[in-house]
């Protein structure tokens, strides 16, 4: 039975952050998963995924997308980081924040590492979003950070990452 173990828990406070870092992740755990609470400060926008601090071409992802009138798919490779995950829109519907997931298999292994994301945005709108996405990053290194960049504007207070480790027993 897989145990979680919370590593740390960052909770923006006022005024907002232009990013947000978990460092000095212990390699003692098989996998890793990242649940995130996200408001934007400024108009709706997506929130960027990288790891180690690297910001080279070194990404590639795939996505679908449903934004409550229709669907769409699209990816990209040879990215400087992961896209997809979700942030509210400061003018949408107070005090409603964006769910995401992301999960990382592996993240201490010496080969490319695997992610998969799911994130909906929570907020009285005529389009609502939803979206699964895969991601790879090609480096072989252990993950020992990850990095959380908006698109656009801070991370509003009161956004909430809490990152685990998953111990496979």
Not at 44 to 51: G, I, K, P, Q, V
Not at 69 to 81: D, E, F, K, N
Not at 137 to 161: C, K
Request: net charge neutral; glycine share 8%; charged share 10%.
């Amino acid at each position: 039975m897989p145990t979680f173990t919370k590593i740390e828990t960052i909770t923006v406070g006022s005024g907002g952050v232009a990013s947000v870092a978990f460092s000095s992740i212990p390699a003692t755990y098989t996998d890793l998963i990242l649940y995130a609470s996200i408001r934007c400060t400024v108009g709706e926008d997506s929130a960027y995924l990288r790891f180690n601090n690297d910001s080279g071409s070194n990404y590639s992802w795939k996505r679908l997308l449903a934004n409550g009138a229709s669907t769409s798919s699209l990816g990209a490779s040879s990215q400087v980081q992961i896209p997809n995950l979700f942030m509210v829109d400061n003018g949408w519907t107070g005090n409603t924040f964006s769910s995401n997931m992301v999960y990382v298999p592996n993240y201490t292994g010496s080969t490319l590492k695997s992610v998969s994301l799911d994130a909906v945005t929570e907020a009285n709108v005529a389009n609502p979003r939803m979206n699964i996405a895969a991601g790879l990053w090609s480096g072989t290194a252990a993950i020992t950070q990850v990095n959380l960049i908006p698109g656009a504007g801070n991370f509003a207070q009161y956004s909430t990452f809490t990152l685990y480790g998953i111990s496979n027993a």
